[in-house]
């Protein structure tokens, strides 16, 4: 991983997520195209994988095919190796579920030495997500992903609500989010892509403040803050009392925030939130996102990116459409 | 071929073992002759009150006609759903996930330790070992229970051939007791020939196994059980706290673990 | 409806919900207790019907006998009579609905003639939930209100989201929250309840300016702001493009918060957000509510009050527990 | 007793009348007496993937047995959902819920007007006016559908001796072109004494029946649809626009309205 490797258009070429360059060509294609840029480069489809639902990728390959994916988006990483809370960290609820792992991860240490490496031999879009508990240890982590030609892209996990110390607070102002933006986007030569948090009262607010800071694009939701008790123990569900709600159940409250921040940014906007099906990921493209992650869906549905994938395909035809990226933003509002 | 799949299975077979337990055989699966014992599939509903898929520890197969039999108790909203399915209705397996147990030695003694719901993989365990060539007469199978309904499916492990031993809190059926009991006596009194423990059942009981195991230092494994969001390893909301430090994955770096392997 | 009637006391007499003056009776009851105390007043039990998920009661009394609630939130009223959004103005969502009814109601003059006396049969506490487009508005409906006895109560709903022109301002900031409640404790003697919005960054803070105003008692949630689309027409799934996301998807993020309020305030909190069953009741009761509103769920199922009455005390009695107070906050956090 | 309420009733009869079209019997219901054309029930799951109840028209009703009628079309979730329904299953009515049609006077001719899945409450109608006396001979009923396919459950109609005049799109089974073609004819040709039209379907074509009876002055009576949260009032989430302002819900002043009353 030497500095020489370090220059998008050849990542590009080795990953196949081809720097565009030349505008769309305009002559009608027989296979409706899927792929779609976000921050200068082409991912194959708009389907992601979102952080902490897909681990590192490897458990996922023994289902599908990763290559079937735009992007994957590794699980939080910060400076040091963490356990996370202990059990239970989990915690089902309706058409969704609580989480409050802890920010469980191997450190970015043996992620570059072990984890990254297992994706050298994909062709796809990573994304890897940070995490940090503190400003500094935040832009630590990324310039230490600098050197690092697989990571293509950094997801600044600023969300996260599970850990008191950290995460939240950035996202929660917006001159915080802008200044933290700033400082990675100092240490990190490829794009930064500020998660936000949807336990903010002013989400629009929040993205200009990303934007400001250089946000090459932006991706939401994450976890809404949620809780659960059990009647006869009335223990919490999780042993950090509180935790993160995903899954369906989330999926308004994410597409009306999608919305608005593609209402008020120019970067692109990667949605997140409950979309568990074809029809999900278009309505969050309906509403502005440029892709769409699967989270918690994929514990339901493994292989999920294969149907969406097909479905997809099926929608753009069905509809007269040649490419996926004419319906980005096309909601028709009243 | 992808080692795991997902797949809509039909439910072929129901039969009602009572006091709320029942086995459900679902087919045709693609992946039936590569499920080992010790294995499970995680069961998805197509219409459902339930948001997780529930796991279910594999109770058979059957390689020609690519089914999977699975046993299991109604304690909630999953397993109520699992019961209240009929023959002809479907459901998403994916599997066969997780660690299967690990065959002795031809030497050893495998001592089969099922505490209520853990009876299914043991079952699958011992009837492997038999198809491996294992003499039934040398696999000894512990089943406790808290009564006599408790031990259910009791024919089939009598045709087994295996040792039988019925444990009940409440001596209504086999010896008064833990199932541990016996278990500590066997070691003790050295009565098998290198005994290896496999064992399945309620956490507690699992931690006496373990501690047993760990006192006569005999070896052994532990099938155990976690809330699973994923089933695959990919959410890590199923650890347990490891002996050396750290932390695995029930789905992934088991179900079955050594005896003294977890902090239980 | 005159002055004079205008007393807690003759109106807890007149209703069945007595003020409590002697301390609670330590002697075992072989029935169990669902009564609580709000506010000075007893209320039968802590089921309370949700405002706008009622109407005025009628029709919600052709399935099951009102007075087997502890109280009912009537359908928000304002100054004039509105005829609301066009539909569609809901839209079903997994484990949950979206609502941009647009307050919708038959103003507070055709309420007070009409509606509020329909109520008076009812031994039920009678809590009136009013919401306006402006501070002013507020002030003068619940002037209006009070000399009329049967409102026994008054929820301010200062989080609807789902009108651009009011709402959500003053239930976004804790110093609006705690100006408008001061302004209504003026003009209407008996207690305030204000009915917080979800859609915040800190939801303690303004539950700490509502009693900072006076608040008598806190509410929340109100729905949070969501949004759906459909892929085919490009429309919004509500005529106001966004609205209230409500049911059992919501209950996590909704005791997550009763919990936060119910720790930093004093007086008591009403739970609300997708309460389904008495399971429910009482995990938002665990976390701190005085009393449950249902909501939604009784689009689902309209005789769960009484469903949920018999739960409650099924509970009690194998927890071994004489009044369902003693669950009050009793949550056992990590 | 109150007169609406919530139970759960078992499905007894499933015909399938093909092209999509299922009839389902549920019982025992112990308001089927009480119920009455035009009305409908709001239909509940137990292991759902919809989270709304959905409002199925009533088509029948037994007294005797307490059963009830439906008829639907799959077109979405929720019918899917009640077409897979198997004899024994259990689904939860609410009702029975909405304003009915209003009789006719003796002197006047009923025409009843079903477009499509509008068909099960003018069935029912028909059948509840004979049973009132009315000469089925009397009884117009035109029947219309995109093809003869969509002309369902034929036998009956005609067994129950009403003027059955269907149209089709196509003209594969009976007339060929809109429903509301030879509705304008007998209108405009005063083929019957004192028309009174009951029409149930398509929002268009409603729409075009109210401007027919509006343009030539005959009353009658339009059974509508809206998606309908909760079914009986309280959500104000079904409304429609009023002509005379205002709005009213489709479920409690409706679903029946008055030809021009509401804006279409
Ligand atoms: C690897 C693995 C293998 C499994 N194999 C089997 C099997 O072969 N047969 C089987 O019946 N179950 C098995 N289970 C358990 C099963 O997955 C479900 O957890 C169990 O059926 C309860 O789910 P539920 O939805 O019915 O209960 P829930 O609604 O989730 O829980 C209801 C109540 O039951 C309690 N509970 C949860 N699990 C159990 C349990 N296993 N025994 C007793 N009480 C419990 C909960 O604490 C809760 O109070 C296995 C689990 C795992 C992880
Ligand atoms: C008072 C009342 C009486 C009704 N009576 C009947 C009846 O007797 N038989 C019957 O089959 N249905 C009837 N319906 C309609 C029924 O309630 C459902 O709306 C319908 O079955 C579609 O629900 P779904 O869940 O299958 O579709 P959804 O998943 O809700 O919708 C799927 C798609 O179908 C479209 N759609 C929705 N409703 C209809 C419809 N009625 N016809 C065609 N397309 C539709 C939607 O626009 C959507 O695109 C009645 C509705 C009301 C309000
Ligand atoms: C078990 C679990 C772990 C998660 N871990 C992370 C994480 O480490 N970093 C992060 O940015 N988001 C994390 N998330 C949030 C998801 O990436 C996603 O933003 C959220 O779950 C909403 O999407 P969904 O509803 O599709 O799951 C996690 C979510 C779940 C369910
Ligand atoms: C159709 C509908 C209409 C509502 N109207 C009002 C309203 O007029 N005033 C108000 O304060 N809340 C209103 N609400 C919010 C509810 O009172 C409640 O706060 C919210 O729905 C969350 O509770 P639930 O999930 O139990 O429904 C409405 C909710 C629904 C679903
Ligand atoms: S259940 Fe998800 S990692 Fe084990
Ligand atoms: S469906 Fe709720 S008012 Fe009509």
Not at chain 1, 9 to 31: C, N
Not at chain 1, 132 to 152: H, I, K, Q, T, W
Not at chain 2, 128 to 143: E, M, N, Q, S, T
Request: charged share 20%; aromatic share 8%; net charge positive.
């Amino acid at each position: 991983m030497s500095k020489a490797n370090n220059k998008p258009d050849m990542l590009a070429q080795k990953h196949m997520i081809t720097k565009s360059k030349k505008p769309k060509s305009k002559t009608p294609k027989t296979k409706p195209d899927l792929s779609v840029e976000i921050a200068g480069y082409r991912f194959k489809n708009p389907i992601w994988t979102a952080s902490g639902t897909c681990g590192y990728g490897e458990e996922l390959d023994t289902i599908f095919d990763l290559n079937r994916l735009g992007g994957i988006v590794t699980k939080s990483i910060t400076r040091q190796p963490r356990p996370g809370h202990p059990t239970p960290r989990c915690a089902e609820e309706s058409s969704g579920m609580l989480n409050a792992i802890g920010l469980a991860n191997v450190g970015v240490e043996k992620y570059v030495a072990e984890k990254l490496r297992f994706l050298d031999e994909y062709d796809i879009g990573v994304v890897v997500n940070v995490a940090g508990f503190g400003f500094d240890e935040y832009v630590e982590v990324c310039a230490m992903l600098a050197d690092c030609p697989r990571a293509d892209m950094i997801e600044l996990n600023i969300s996260c609500p599970n850990v008191s110390t950290g995460g939240i607070e950035f996202g929660a102002s917006a001159s915080d989010v802008e200044r933290i933006v700033k400082a990675v986007k100092k240490v990190f030569p490829r794009p930064i892509i500020p998660k936000l948090s949807p336990n903010v009262t002013n989400i629009a607010g929040i993205a200009k403040g990303a934007e400001a800071g250089g946000a090459d694009a932006i991706s939401l939701i994450n976890t809404l803050i949620g809780m659960s008790v059990d009647i006869y123990t009335r223990r919490p569900g999780l042993t950090n009392n509180r935790g993160g709600l995903s899954g369906p159940a989330i999926k308004p409250i994410a597409l009306s925030m999608v919305n608005r921040v593609y209402d008020v940014v120019d970067v692109p906007v990667i949605g997140i939130g409950g979309a568990s099906s074809a029809e999900d990921v278009i309505q969050f493209m309906l509403c502005g996102a440029s892709a769409v992650q699967l989270g918690t869906a994929l514990f339901i549905q493994p292989d999920l990116p294969i149907t969406v994938e097909r479905d997809l395909k099926k929608y753009l035809t069905s509809q007269g459409l040649t490419s996926i990226t004419e319906i980005i933003g096309k909601i028709e509002k009243y | 071929m992808k080692p795991i799949i997902s797949a809509d299975v039909d439910l072929l077979k129901r039969r009602d073992l009572k006091n709320g337990y029942f086995s459900l055989t679902f087919g045709p699966f693609a992946r039936a002759k590569q499920c080992r014992p010790g294995q499970f599939v995680h069961i998805g509903f197509k219409q459902s009150s339930v948001f997780y898929r529930r796991a279910f520890s594999i109770a058979n197969t059957n390689a020609d006609d690519k089914s999977l039999e699975i046993i299991l108790k109604v304690v909630g909203r999953g397993s109520k759903q699992m019961a209240d399915l009929r023959i002809g209705d479907s459901v998403n397996f994916l599997g066969p996930l997780g660690k299967p147990f690990t065959l002795p030695n031809k030497k050893q003694t495998p001592i089969l330790v099922a505490g209520g719901v853990g009876y299914p993989p043991l079952f699958y365990w011992a009837n492997h070992l038999i198809a491996r060539g294992w003499d039934p007469k040398r696999i000894v199978f512990l089943y406790g229970g808290q009564s006599s309904p408790d031990i259910v499916d009791r024919a089939r492990i009598k045709r087994m051939g295996v040792k039988f031993i019925p444990v009940t809190d409440d001596g209504s059926f086999g010896e008064r007791g833990r199932v541990t009991s016996p278990l500590v006596r066997a070691l003790a009194e050295n009565t098998y020939e290198s005994p290896m423990i496999y064992s399945c059942g309620p956490e507690a009981m699992l931690k006496a196994v373990d501690q047993i195991g760990t006192e006569f230092e005999t070896p052994g494994e532990l099938a155990m059980e976690a809330p699973m969001p994923c089933g695959f390893g990919i959410c890590l909301g199923c650890i347990v706290p490891l002996r050396a430090g750290g932390t695995a994955r029930v789905c992934q770096e088991g179900p079955t673990f050594s005896i003294g392997t977890v902090k239980l």
